[in-house]
């Protein structure tokens, strides 16, 4: 520890924490992603909290921010119980947030991102006629900042053009404009090259000569070099811990006479987005319809929560947990958005009542909701494609299947649907994706699988494939 923070934590007379949880439980359906778990931060502290992908820990941090509402437990900040506030309160009282995706406005300059952060303390922030030349003192807040994270030079610059690096500096200085008490940064040097981790190691280090810092990271030497204490067990508590959900063991199908996969093997752990790549015709899509039971393998096993599935008709694999988002926004377009999703309640076991799981998409889907009462068939291509995601989140599921979600859709849209997937990553669902949007699929899955002519030519993290630039060439014909 160096500099104010060590003077604060010494002049202390026993430590008041600024941030505890309480026996903090979330539950979805039948899988707990945080089980009981206790937190306490020290005020002038940065602590971590570390565990494989999938193991609770953005949900934790969802809890924490309100994002989302516990299962049950407390969250107490400053001594206040902030367990049902909304988000907003939450940040004006002094919590501040990152999240894994880079969230800043690419057409706006880095100036004028951060200006922006700033404004939202001004009383006058809703106030469109207030004239630029009288930001004088938002400006200099503005400025500020950018110095203290090393982006003054790059003021001018439009965020989008900035290193990926930058870029998630650009993000930290937004949440710094908020002036919390405590800054909570989700896996912050996630996907960043080893300079760029160095670079913002440092960036980190001096933010906590006058911050409390509560950070998730999976690279255990950046946690070893700026954390004081960490967090973690295999007990009751725990966020740690995953079990294999789905298992694929040699496989092989065929289309009558036409021999498509084969021997592919595969498998998808609890609370982990895992992805399928390669190009049209590559057996992507047969992969997904095998494991659904559309498609049955000739040969070889498909295993889900320990169970044997392979050869089993569809429907009985759909209530054993696994649902499927097939390629071609598929709805029933006669039927309302409303009566899709009724539909779905009455296929589907659900805890609650059909208003109630109804309300539970519409909060996740809000343009599904003014779209209640249209036809399916009126919808955008976006839109529908929500639909059809809105479908499966209906009641209990263990694992979705997700068949090309973002093809022919706007960027902006695939947007959406890439932070749609984020979500429910967040909440501990499993998710196996087929598609052909590397860049997508890079940002959200935790494992990838590349397959080529029925056969897996590459298996390994968003970083390892990052790093085998050749492989993508070979298979995809992109760079990451």
């Known amino acids: 520890m160096k500099g104010k923070r060590a003077q604060k934590i010494r002049n202390d007379q026993g430590m008041v924490p600024i941030l505890e949880t309480e026996r903090i439980t979330k539950a979805f359906g039948n899988m707990f992603a945080v089980n009981q778990f206790d937190l306490h931060v020290e005020e002038g502290k940065l602590k971590s909290i570390i565990g494989p992908n999938g193991a609770g820990k953005t949900t934790l941090f969802n809890v924490i921010s309100g994002k989302i509402r516990p299962t049950m437990g407390r969250v107490k900040f400053k001594g206040e119980d902030i367990t049902n506030l909304s988000p907003n309160s939450i940040s004006r009282r002094g919590l501040a947030r990152s999240f894994q995706i880079t969230n800043i406005f690419p057409n706006l300059t880095v100036f004028e991102n951060v200006r922006l952060a700033v404004q939202q303390k001004d009383k006058k922030r809703s106030s469109y006629f207030t004239p630029v030349s009288s930001l004088g003192e938002t400006n200099r807040k503005a400025k500020e900042i950018l110095n203290q994270i090393g982006l003054i030079e790059y003021q001018e610059s439009v965020a989008r053009n900035l290193s990926y690096g930058d870029q998630r500096h650009l993000e930290i200085g937004i949440t710094l404009a908020m002036e919390p008490d405590l800054l909570m940064l989700d896996e912050p040097t996630s996907g960043m090259s080893s300079l760029e981790t160095q670079a913002t190691v440092r960036l980190i280090d001096k933010l906590t000569e006058n911050l409390t810092i509560l ?98 008709p569809p429907h009985e694999i759909f209530r054993r947990g696994i649902k499927l988002v097939p390629q071609g926004k598929q709805i029933l377009p006669a039927l309302t958005v409303e009566e899709n999703l009724k539909l779905a309640v009455l296929k589907t076991e659900v805890e609650g009542s059909e208003k109630k799981e109804l309300e539970r998409v519409y909060e996740k889907f809000p343009i599904l909701k003014e779209r209640r009462k249209q036809p399916g068939g009126h919808l955008s291509g976006g839109e529908r494609q929500m639909l059809a995601i809105a479908r499966v989140l209906i009641g ?72 085998k630039q050749g492989i993508l060439e070979t298979y995809l014909g992109v760079t990451a």
Do not use: C, W
């Open 215 to 312: 950070l998730i990271e999976h690279k255990m030497d950046v946690v070893m070099s700026v954390s004081d204490t960490g967090e973690g067990s295999t007990g009751a508590g725990s966020l740690f811990g995953r079990t294999v959900v789905l298992r694929v063991e040699n496989i092989h199908t065929y289309y009558g006479p036409s021999y498509i996969l084969h021997g592919i093997s595969l498998n998808v752990q609890e609370k982990e987005v895992v992805s399928l790549l390669g190009r049209n015709g590559a057996g992507k899509t047969t992969t997904i319809r095998s494991i659904m039971g559309l498609t049955p393998p000739r040969e070889g096993r498909i295993i889900f929560h320990e169970i044997e599935i392979a050869g089993r």
């Open 396 to 467: 209990k599921t263990g694992l979705i299947l997700l068949d090309e979600p973002t093809e022919g859709l706007a960027p902006l849209i695939v947007k959406e649907i890439r932070n749609t997937i984020e979500e429910i990553k967040g909440e501990g669902v499993a998710l196996l994706l087929a598609e052909q949007n590397v860049k997508m699929a890079l940002e959200v899955a935790d494992r990838h699988y590349i397959i080529d002519k029925g056969t897996v030519k590459f298996e390994g993290t968003t970083q390892q494939l990052r790093d």
